[in-house]
């Protein structure tokens, strides 16, 4: 399984736009089999957000995550939408995880 951590950086003026797509898109999208999302605000800098994801299969899981109507939450689309850019990504294999099944804002 495939870990990423991508740091973002929202332009300020659209922070708030930002956040009000996350906290509207999160609660419907059940993430597919073999993927876990997560998206945080950094609480030292505004405007910057850590994402976290787990792939269990790059192709099946992206296809997957669209189908259940969480296009609008991955990377790119969110890039796109907000003017935002990668400040740094970091890779790696997982070897641990545990999560309920639950989507937050609940």
């Known amino acids: 399984m495939e870990y990423h951590h991508i740091v973002i950086r929202v332009p300020s003026d659209r922070v708030a736009a930002w956040e009000a797509h996350i906290a509207a898109s999160f609660p419907p999208f059940r993430a597919p089999d073999g993927f876990a999302l997560t998206i945080g ?13 787990v792939l269990a299969d790059r192709t099946t899981v992206f296809v997957a995550a669209r189908e259940a109507g969480g296009g ?5 689309p969110l890039l796109e939408r907000f003017g935002a850019e990668i400040v740094r990504r970091d890779r790696g294999t997982v070897v641990g995880m545990a999560t309920p099944r639950a989507n937050y804002p609940l």
């Open 72 to 76: 609008s939450v991955l990377l790119h």
């Open 41 to 53: 605000r950094d609480d030292a800098e505004a405007g910057i957000y850590h994402m976290s994801s």
